[in-house]
């Protein structure tokens, strides 16, 4: 008997028990279904990690000064000031934009109304370095800034709480008893990393050293940090690389510390990347019960067929030909069930890019392991059953049926 009479006869015997047989695939199913599922979301996860963090920066660096992150524990003063800035935009061809801040927290008057907010004093290639956008006016520019002129630009949510649905745009509003004219408002970006960038307010660096924070040393204007954006991914580390030489060659030490939200990408993408494997073998663990389930109902198959495997061997089909019958029966119900749930996985896959924020991705990997995996544990799980059945002794199976 060859191969395509032996696959002939397992799929009749197999449709003439359409209930059994479905739900012996269904461990199948469900395994597969679920190991692509757990895939496709861990991918997504990962996805959507990424354009967060890009969404808020593209390609940035952070250069903070030593007593930003010593505590005071260190004698000397060091310190980060503005005509750093220049120096790095000037001589750090890798840099693209960069934001100097100067922050505080403060509170914004208007008409009897107050709101608390986060007042940072910054330049604009802030909008680069932070991706953020003016919804309504505009920012200030770089003639405003060197003016010391008083304006600000509110965050949706500030702009919300002062001025509910009325224009903002022209209003005097007060920081620190002084009149500041608001001419734009952000749109929302919401918070990363603690801060919320809906409820800040910006000014120029110039008029918060001077009227605001009051800040003057022998090197110039002190600032709390630096933030830049390289011109792209592959230009971080030669920014990084160009930033601490410069600063250095200007502090005559290093006094200060860059660090990338590259990165903090890394490590996003090792942790979403853990969780995807985790998912994965979580979900694998259906598809080893799967097979547990096909071999126990090919083994109650070989005893309820014991006269008809007598009768084959009596008649002269060898071991081989029984051996092969109860595989290829086995390795059919693990493939038509790893179709059934790839075909679940796949459109659960694309339901989780409707419902939720996660882009619907289906790896084309996953579905190859999934189907490979299935159609294996059939022929791993079906082994022990067609062995047994093919050792039956056709007078011992004839006399005992």
Do not use: C
């Not at 109902?297 to 089909?317: D, F, N, P, Q, Y």
């Amino acid at each position: 008997m060859n191969l395509l009479e032996n696959t002939n006869m397992a799929v009749k015997t197999l449709t003439a028990n359409k209930l059994r047989s479905t739900l012996t695939m269904l461990g199948i199913i469900i395994g597969n279904a679920s190991v692509i599922a757990m895939v496709a979301i861990g991918q997504g996860a990962k996805q959507f990690t990424q354009q967060k963090l890009e969404s808020f920066g593209p390609h940035q660096l952070t250069i903070f000064s030593d007593t930003s992150f010593r505590q005071g524990l260190s004698d000397e003063t060091s310190e980060i000031v503005l005509s750093d800035v220049d120096a790095i935009a000037t001589q750090a061809p890798a840099v693209r934009e960069i934001a100097p801040h100067i922050s505080f927290d403060s509170q914004l008057l208007f008409q009897g109304r107050t709101v608390k907010v986060s007042v940072t004093g910054t330049t604009p290639g802030i909008l680069y370095v932070r991706s953020l956008k003016v919804e309504r006016g505009r920012f200030f520019d770089s003639i405003e800034q060197k003016q010391n002129v008083q304006v600000v630009i509110l965050g949706s949510t500030v702009a919300r709480k002062l001025f509910g649905s009325s224009n903002s745009l022209g209003q005097i509003i007060q920081i620190n008893n002084l009149n500041f004219q608001v001419i734009g408002v952000m749109q929302s970006k919401g918070a990363f990393m603690g801060i919320n960038y809906d409820e800040s307010a910006y000014i120029p660096i110039t008029t918060m050293a001077d009227r605001l924070a009051g800040r003057r040393s022998p090197n110039g204007i002190p600032i709390d940090y630096l933030e830049l954006s390289a011109q792209d991914k592959e230009s971080i580390k030669s920014a990084a690389f160009q930033v601490t030489n410069i600063l250095t060659r200007r502090h005559g030490k290093k006094d200060f510390r860059v660090d990338a939200n590259k990165s903090v990408q890394d490590l996003m993408n090792q942790v979403t990347g853990a969780l995807s494997l985790v998912l994965a073998a979580i979900a694998g663990i259906s598809l080893f019960v799967g097979g547990i389930g096909i071999m126990n109902i090919m083994l109650v198959s070989v005893r309820e067929r014991t006269h008809e495997i007598g009768l084959r061997k009596a008649i002269g089909a060898t071991q081989k030909a029984i051996l092969t019958q109860f595989l290829i029966e086995a390795v059919i119900l693990s493939i038509a069930g790893g179709i059934i749930g790839t075909g679940i996985g796949v459109s659960s896959s694309l339901l989780i890019g409707i419902f939720t924020p996660l882009q619907a991705t289906v790896p084309v990997g996953a579905i190859i392991l999934a189907a490979g995996v299935s159609g294996g544990i059939g022929l791993i799980f079906g082994v022990a059953p067609a062995r047994q059945a093919a050792r039956l002794d056709p007078i011992v199976a004839l006399r005992g049926s």
